[in-house]
């Protein structure tokens, strides 16, 4: 006889089966907030050493559902460790954000795609010794940054409130900037399904700079990009869960959901929950409380937990944060989310 | 026999007339991308002296239409005029953007309303002699910053990429915040009052920061505000024409333009033209190229121009921007544009 599989609650939403338990993570859950993790950030070396060190990165990633009753882990890294595999150079400076040696239309070429992925294997490591940390039922979520979104900091060098350098290589040097997403496509592809052989269930396309394109760009540089990253994923790993968050898509949002394939939608906090009434019928969403809400908390954030989860009953839902949990959050307010939202 | 009054294309269309000739004017179109608006920059002292100076405000007023075939002048002034009137320390130093002395709950209760309205009369006197100086069938736009994003600039004492200070005073001091908000829904409706009365033919609500806002923050700091002002100007002004443009408003736009009174939308570039199947029937739109496509010029522009032209044709229409103009823009790009926007 072989044993019953476990069902992963947040797994089986992302795949449209509507749950019994309302799965719940938080977006950025390991992080400053947990003094755990600014223990143990204290003692790596920069935050790209710490991304690329197995053992810690693990560690750092499992942290959040030792304490929290969360339904997934979330691979600890970030969106810039494609760049720095491709070969550009990215520093985070403490304080300061990240630091790139912007591409020109010239460096594009220079970038090396075949090489990324060994640079990246210290992060399937990681994947590895997270799934080998964690309990059958709960959900390994592996992720990367979305072509746009990385080319905007590629371009800029480093991040900015409206992507404007990024937008005007676009419009100027069209062929130049298609190479570099043709470039960002392939060595997703490759780093996410190597996340998902390693033990990922799922995976996140983080496209967080999504907000001011107009259609036309939105197009091109998002739902394009995002489509053929789900379409060579699935054949390198066939049915390849995949969760697609566009933030700030906002009148996109239709559009990226019917032609990408994403499995889900993750919502920013600033879409209305009426508006999902605008998405294909039955597919899975994702978000959205403000973190602002879960910041200040009190009555405020419960009112506004109870309609979101009210707002998405007729279809599958994971609860969570509409952006990034903010380093100030008391823990408290986290327990208290956590347990509003179930409805204990 | 009294003569027939001169027909306004842009103001008809604000009234929901569709015009045969397509009304244009262009955000900030009074601004540095202009030469002669640079040279005279030079002569004046801080801007808000520019601002408060009827004289120089009114030509800089009027100089982009001794250039272009446009149908509006907007007023030249700033959205924090309003918080300089009421009292508080506002400065614009060179090449930093707008500061000002942060209010905090305690200090909102000293702030000026009463008085604020002498402090502008320089600004409606610049009305009065632009009106004197503009055609008959030019449009006088007016304007004013709408309440929520006025206070994020008197919160956080200058801008923000997130606005969360603000948003954070919101959830934490309501109360406080509330009595923020009625100060400048009071203030701007005497201000808006004053310039419609000394000429102005519709003013422009400029909700320039709405994107950061869930749904319940949106209607209670975006909707409900500009609601209050439309509804109070059009007691003491009747009919008052208004367009507002809440910029990043996304799928909060319906709610705004069902439940406002706005006569007009302004539409933010972001937004896709088949989104306007969401808004009232026959409301009027204004918008919504791109700054950057018109900096970057050529056959994008044109594409993109005739798109919006002929996507908005089955409503009133006003053909704009959906972001102010950038100042590194050649003016033969904004020659090209009114050329190709009017089809000749």
Redesign the interface.
């Known amino acids: 006889m072989t044993p019953t599989p476990v069902l992963k609650p947040l797994l089986e939403t992302v795949l449209g089966r509507r749950q019994q338990r309302l799965p719940i993570w938080i977006m950025r859950q390991a992080g400053r907030y947990l003094p755990e993790y600014r223990e143990l950030r204290a003692k790596a070396g920069s935050f790209l050493d710490l991304c690329y060190n197995p053992e810690l990165a693990s560690e750092v990633t499992l942290q959040p559902l030792r304490r929290f009753d969360l339904d997934a882990a979330i691979l600890f890294s970030d969106i810039l460790v494609i760049p720095d595999a491709l070969g550009q150079d990215v520093r985070f400076e403490v304080g300061e954000g990240p630091q790139l040696e912007p591409v020109t239309a010239d460096s594009i070429g220079r970038l090396d795609p075949k090489g990324a992925l060994e640079k990246l294997s210290p992060i399937i490591e990681t994947v590895q010794r997270v799934r080998a940390g964690l309990a059958p039922e709960k959900t390994l979520i592996g992720f990367c940054g979305s072509p746009w979104t990385v080319a905007t900091y590629m371009i800029n060098g480093r991040g900015s ?1 409206d992507q ?1 350098a990024a ?2 290589f676009a ?2 040097q069209p062929a130049a900037f298609a190479q570099l997403i043709d470039i960002l496509v392939e060595a997703s592809i490759g780093y996410l399904a190597a996340q998902l052989q390693a033990g990922a269930d799922v995976v996140q396309l983080f496209e967080s700079w999504a ?8 197009s091109d540089w998002v739902i394009e990009p995002n489509r053929r990253i789900v379409e060579g994923l699935r054949k390198l790993v066939p049915g390849a869960p995949v969760i697609g968050f566009p933030r ?1 898509a ?4 239709p ?1 990226y959901a019917e032609t990408t394939g994403v499995n889900l939608l993750g919502l920013d ?7 999902a009434r605008e998405l294909p019928s039955g597919l899975g969403v994702q978000g ?1 409380l ?1 973190p ?2 879960l ?2 908390g009190g009555e ?1 954030m419960d009112v ?1 937990v109870r ?1 979101i989860v009210t707002g998405f009953r007729d279809r599958p839902h994971i609860f969570n944060l ?1 952006h990034g949990i903010l380093p100030e959050t008391p823990i408290a307010h986290v327990e208290r989310l956590i347990a509003v939202a179930r409805g204990t």
Chains 1, 2 share one sequence.
């Open positions: 409130a404007a937008r005007l419009l100027t907000l001011n394109l107009d259609e036309i760009a939105f700030g906002a009148g996109n949002l559009a906090y600033a879409t209305p929950l009426e508006f959205n403000d602002l809400r910041l200040a405020q506004r309609q509409g």
